[in-house]
């Protein structure tokens, strides 16, 4: 099982719409995916139609009163079941403190998961806390989308340069450019000579787009109402990236 993690230190730079798209596009070939929604916002539950199942507590799954397995519900998507968000999230941090090896709590629950499915998305919320170390033991890849602005740039130099203090050497981190305006000559700079801090990352962009904004009013995916548009053929490039580098198959 791979464990994939859309992560950003910045919020609004669409993490869960890509998340989300990804794994409706993971599920479409056949790789059975879990989504869990780890953002108290709940933001990729309700793209998903899984905002109003039953809560849960996130102390008691983190100290075992609740078995993660029996969490997972399925979508109206095959082979694409998500882990709700629920609003205890808020204390994860706090839960995490508490536990005797925060840094390993997440990895240990999503193991048993292995035995279902064939990757796990975190679509996790903005915080460098004893949540974002969890996370970071927990994933094998780190996705991390930018928007091409200096702000959103500095973010991420953030991120790797705690990632690099914090010993987490062996993951892959992997920034792309998102929500790109072609009309702005900032953005066409950065995509067309991209700066250092996106070294080794996914080349697709994806577009700024009023169709990404829908999946709110659709509650789906971009490919599952606007199939033919710019931002569902960059999500499904995407995918294909992600997914060779990977090495997925199928």
């Not at 905002?51 to 799954?61: F, H, I, M, Q, V």
């Not at 999230?89 to 925060?102: F, M, Q, T, V, Y």
């Not at 659709?218 to 499904?236: C, K, N």
Request: charged share 20%; net charge positive.
């Amino acid at each position: 099982m791979h464990t994939i993690a859309f992560y950003n230190l910045k919020g609004g730079v669409g993490k869960t719409s890509t998340a989300v798209n990804l794994a409706w596009h993971a599920a479409r070939w056949k790789h059975r995916t879990l989504l869990w929604d780890l953002d108290p916002q709940g933001a990729a539950s309700f793209y998903l139609g899984a905002d109003n199942e039953k809560g849960y507590k996130a102390g008691s799954l983190l100290k075992g009163r609740q078995p993660i397995g029996r969490l997972k519900v399925g979508t109206r998507w095959e082979g694409l079941d998500v882990i709700p968000s629920d609003i205890t999230l808020r204390n994860l941090d706090i839960k995490l403190s508490e536990a005797g090896n925060p840094r390993s709590a997440l990895k240990k629950l999503i193991e048993p998961l292995g035995e279902h499915y064939r990757l796990t998305l975190l679509d996790c919320p903005p915080t460098l806390s004893p949540l974002a170390e969890s996370i970071f033991a927990a994933a094998d890849v780190l996705v991390i989308p930018v928007i091409p602005s200096h702000l959103s740039l500095r973010s991420l130099e953030q991120v790797r340069t705690w990632l690099k203090e914090k010993n987490y050497g062996n993951l892959k981190v992997l920034p792309f450019f998102n929500m790109v305006d072609r009309r702005r000559l900032l953005h066409l700079e950065m995509i067309a000579k991209p700066p250092a801090a996106m070294r080794g990352g996914l080349q697709t962009y994806i577009p700024y787009s009023t169709h990404v904004e829908q999946m709110g009013e659709h509650r789906a995916p971009v490919g599952e109402f606007a199939s033919h548009t710019p931002a569902a053929r960059a999500y499904r490039h995407l995918w294909f990236e992600l997914a060779g580098k990977l090495k997925l198959h199928g």
